[in-house]
């Protein structure tokens, strides 16, 4: 992480609302993402990632609070932050007819990319995505990945300061998803740029400087992913017994700690969890099979600020007993 | 991956030869499409060529005495010119729609250049497909009886492009207002059947009754199609009878609007629905 580099901020945000007809998706937030850092955004649909992305990249217009990208104010100096940021969204928007290559010609074009360098720097761009050999075809013969990864070096290829990926690993493979990660660390090493990326990848966002948690509209965590993972203290636990519903009533009699079944397993949170393995079997009175002890992940993490856990976004908001759990905190 | 040289680019500061730079490569990918599509070159040039051969024949003998004498094809030839136009140029500009349905009019709005280049750049790549689609027709002259010309051909292909121009502006303005690809062929039906039926590009504009005459010289496509067809009349042998029937060109009450004004209108019309049409892209997110 570059934070000692001089100049402005990638990203400076200072009470960031955006109200929609019916919902306010972003309700005051402050952000500040250093030069040079990998900044990951988190949280669950419709928490207002891509609202704020949005606003940062000038799509559109908070309804209150000001934002500066790449120093240039984000309201009043739209081309100069524009022409400073390369952008990833969500949804596709390459041309399907147009070959690989003519995508980005077309996009060197619009951003006025010096043309003495446009050649160079696409063969270099298509390079790192390993596009180079298949620039000749047209777009719409190419496999989801494949267009992913085109959509980043086009996003690379004018050499924005700040890149934002909005969810670029959505619905890839994992080797995919792990050479997009590559590329991105690649990109840090060989270029002064900062990457604000959204994912709802949980391994992926271990990848990054500093995460921030999103949920309702609000900030509700920003720190690196161990000092968040640390912020927790709790271990998670898992237990196999012989009789799963007694250990649950027993774990809250004897412990006061709320148990649910999760995958099978008797789990719950607790501080110190390997030290506390002795006292479960001394006062637990249900006799145990197997006990796991992990240090908390980030999904504990996020699963602890927004009362939700990455695999219930996936499968839309179902009830989820280690939620109920945490939302009680 | 290969450790390659950076190649150090940053983008220029703004200037008007950046924004001639995007509106080129807009026109250029509108060429490239065009290029490929050969199901589109011929699906829009058969329409043309039925009103041409089989309404211009069919209705050529019905009509052959109020002709003085001259082709009802070669009297249709101007008008059936200026459909072809119309055909391609409003499907180019509505085809915007289709650009925000796959997300690429994102691509374009969000570069650091002004949304009238975007448009700008669209609007003349509709408009050169449209002229280009045009010279399948223009080609078949001779078979109708007006001679190869060739200042006539680079005239009316001149004015074609004006109209071209000015028809997939309107596609474009339609296609800032319509979200929905459903709704956007059905809407181009409804507005240019009666642009072509109320222009004179099918019956001339004499002796019509007086609503059919006030609506047709409010419509800027009349004022697009009567150069088509002065051009090609000039070149023909007819009586002075005959060509004040089939070519009385457009009054304003006892005024004789003379061709280049003709041309002003067009390209005033022209100017108007483009600004209209920059005005409601750079309104849209
Ligand atoms: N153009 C819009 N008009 C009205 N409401 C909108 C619009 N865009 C987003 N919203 C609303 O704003 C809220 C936040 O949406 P946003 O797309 O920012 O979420 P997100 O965090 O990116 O979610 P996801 O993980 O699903 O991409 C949602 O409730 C959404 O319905
Ligand atoms: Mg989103």
Redesign the interface.
């Known amino acids: 992480m570059n934070q000692t580099v001089a100049g402005p901020p990638a990203v400076e945000a200072h009470g960031l609302v955006k109200r929609y007809k019916h919902v306010e998706a972003v309700r005051g937030i402050d952000l500040t993402v250093y030069r040079g850092e990998t900044f990951g955004f988190l949280g669950p649909n419709g928490a207002g990632k891509s609202t704020t992305i949005k606003i940062l990249?000038?799509?559109?217009d908070a309804t209150a609070g000001t934002a500066r990208v790449a120093g240039f104010d984000v309201a009043s100096e739209r081309?100069?932050v524009?022409?400073?940021i390369g952008?990833v969204?969500q949804?596709?928007?390459?041309?399907?007819?147009?070959t690989a290559e003519?995508n980005l010609?077309?996009?060197g074009?619009?951003?006025?990319?010096?043309r003495a360098?446009?050649a160079?720097?696409r063969?270099?761009v298509l390079?790192?995505v390993?596009l180079w050999e298949r620039r000749g075809d047209l777009v719409n013969e190419f496999s989801g990945g494949m267009r992913r990864r085109l959509e980043i070096a086009r996003g690379l290829?004018?050499?924005p300061r700040v890149l934002f990926l909005d969810e670029p690993t959505i619905g890839l493979d994992p080797q995919t998803r792990v050479s997009i990660w590559?590329?991105i660390a690649?990109l840090r090493a060989?270029?002064d740029i900062t990457v604000f990326v959204t994912t709802h990848y949980m391994d992926e966002a271990e990848h990054c400087d500093r995460i921030a948690i999103m949920n309702e509209g609000l900030i509700v965590a920003l720190d690196t992913p161990e000092a968040l993972k640390a912020a927790i203290g709790k271990d998670r636990v898992q237990i196999t017994t012989a009789d799963d519903t007694a250990a649950i009533a027993a774990l809250e009699s004897a412990f006061g700690l709320k148990a649910a079944l999760l995958e099978g397993q008797v789990t719950f949170a607790v501080a110190g969890g390997a030290a506390f393995v002795p006292h479960l079997f001394e006062k637990l009175g249900v006799p145990i099979h197997s006990v796991t002890v992990t240090r908390p992940s980030l999904d504990d993490v996020f699963l602890a600020h927004t009362g939700t856990t990455i695999r219930d976004v996936e499968s839309k908001g179902q009830f989820s007993p280690m939620a109920a759990r945490y939302r009680g905190r | 991956?290969?450790e390659?040289r950076?190649?150090?680019?940053?983008?220029?500061k703004?200037?008007l030869a950046?924004e001639a730079?995007?509106a080129?490569?807009v026109w250029?990918?509108e060429m490239?499409?065009f290029s490929?599509?050969r199901t589109r070159v011929f699906a829009q040039m058969v329409q043309p060529l039925l009103f041409l051969f089989v309404l211009g024949g069919g209705l050529g003998s019905l009509v052959s005495h109020g002709t003085g004498g001259l082709d009802f094809r070669t009297f249709l030839f101007p008008g059936v010119l200026s459909m072809s136009v119309l055909f391609t140029a409003s499907f180019s500009g509505i085809s915007m729609v289709w650009d925000r349905e796959?997300?690429?009019l994102?691509?374009?709005l969000?570069?650091?250049?002004s949304t009238a280049s975007i448009v700008l750049g669209k609007c003349l790549g509709g408009a050169t497909v449209a002229t280009i689609q045009s010279i399948v027709v223009l080609v078949l002259a001779g078979l109708v009886g007006v001679p190869y010309d060739l200042l006539m051909m680079a005239q009316v292909l001149l004015l074609l492009f004006l109209m071209a121009f000015m028809i997939t502006a309107l596609g474009l303005l339609l296609s800032a207002r319509v979200k929905q690809v459903q709704s956007a062929m059905p809407l181009v039906q409804l507005i240019i059947t009666p642009l072509m039926f109320l222009s004179g590009a099918l019956f001339p504009l004499s002796n019509l009754p007086p609503w059919l005459t006030v609506v047709t010289h409010l419509n800027p496509m009349t004022y697009a199609v009567e150069p088509v067809r002065h051009v090609v009349f000039e070149r023909l042998q007819m009586s002075d009878a005959a060509r004040a029937t089939l070519d009385p060109g457009i009054w304003w009450g006892s005024f004789a609007v003379p061709v280049w004004l003709q041309i002003v209108v067009v390209l005033v019309a022209s100017a108007g629905l483009l600004t209209a049409a920059v005005g409601f892209f750079s309104r849209t997110?």
């Open positions: 990249c000038t799509l559109v081309d100069a524009r022409r400073n952008l969204y949804e596709p928007t390459l041309d399907g007819y147009l003519q010609r077309f996009h074009e619009l951003y006025g990319v010096d360098t446009a160079d720097r063969h270099e390079e790192m390993g290829l004018h050499s590559r590329y690649e060989r270029e | 991956m290969t390659t950076i190649a150090n680019v940053r983008v220029l703004p200037s950046h730079r995007a080129l490569v250029e990918r490239i499409r490929r599509d796959f997300g690429f994102r691509e374009m969000v570069a650091p250049v997110e």
